[in-house]
């Protein structure tokens, strides 16, 4: 059985728009996914419907044999890593503290109301600090950090989750290209060395390249394309983003500039 599954899964927002149109996929455990299409197309409301932040309205979701449903979102949440395209930290704390958050589903609201965690979270954290090379910045404030590093906390803060699934919405969108390259790196070792699954929303076709195991492309809510890098020929890329061949050929960085 694979390890996340969607079936017939449509997402139709209270103002009737359809942003997913019957979506089937299969995903295996430990893959690295990057998902592309230009704006608009529904990738981020994939990402959230998959970890049941804005669930689905139609269809079926299965992880790790668990279908999603009212009654479970919450616990979904608790074990789903989700990296944000602002980070979303805490500013005014420090970066140890943010991390700590990614254990709040684990503790009753009166600890979370006081941020207060037992020492196991602590190491947890501590050694997801290791693992994005932040552990020397733990009582730094968040918001004296880079991009770069803001969002390096961010993943640390997804693992601190213990996570076996890590869904990241266009996290390198807000950071320059040596940041960028550096948490593509960073999120392709965690999926190779620890085994997490990773699904990455995408703009460049480049990254999603280089990095990704398999790719996924969504237009105006459709699957439009799923395949492996090597599939994903300029003349896909030209369905995928609704430019005609030609002008692919003739521009290598059309698509890029589309995305
Ligand atoms: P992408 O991540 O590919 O840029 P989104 O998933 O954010 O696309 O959005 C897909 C479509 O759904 C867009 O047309 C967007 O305007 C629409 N949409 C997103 N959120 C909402 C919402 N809360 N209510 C209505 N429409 C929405």
Request: hydrophobic residues 45%; contains cysteine.
């Amino acid at each position: 059985m694979a390890y996340i599954s969607l079936k017939a899964v449509h997402k139709t927002y209270p103002n009737g728009y359809c942003a997913l149109k019957n979506i089937n996929l299969n995903i295996e455990a430990g893959q690295f996914i990057a998902v592309l299409g230009p704006s608009g197309a529904g990738k981020s409301t994939l990402l959230r419907a998959m970890n049941a932040l804005d669930p689905a309205t139609d269809g079926e979701i299965t992880i790790d044999g668990v279908t999603l449903n009212k009654k479970n979102y919450r616990k979904i949440r608790a074990h789903v890593g989700m990296v944000f395209q602002q980070f979303n930290l805490v500013d005014r704390l420090n970066v140890m503290t943010n991390v700590l958050v990614g254990r709040l589903a684990e503790r009753s609201w009166l600890s979370s109301l006081f941020y207060l965690f037992p020492k196991m979270d602590y190491q947890i954290a501590e050694a997801a600090l290791r693992e994005v090379d932040l552990l020397d910045k733990a009582w730094s404030r968040a918001d004296k950090l880079s991009g770069g590093q803001q969002q390096r906390v961010g993943i640390a803060r997804a693992l601190a989750q213990q996570p076996k699934l890590i869904l990241a919405d266009e996290p390198i969108a807000s950071l320059d290209p040596k940041a960028s390259e550096e948490v593509l790196k960073l999120l392709r070792k965690i999926c190779s060395e620890k085994g997490i699954t990773i699904i990455i929303n995408l703009h460049q076709v480049e990254y999603a390249k280089q990095y990704a195991d398999r790719i996924i492309a969504l237009n105006a809510g459709w699957l439009v394309f799923d395949g492996s890098p090597e599939q994903l020929t300029k003349a896909k890329q030209a369905e995928i983003y609704g430019t005609t061949i030609e002008e692919i050929h003739h521009e290598p960085e059309l698509v890029l500039a589309y995305a």
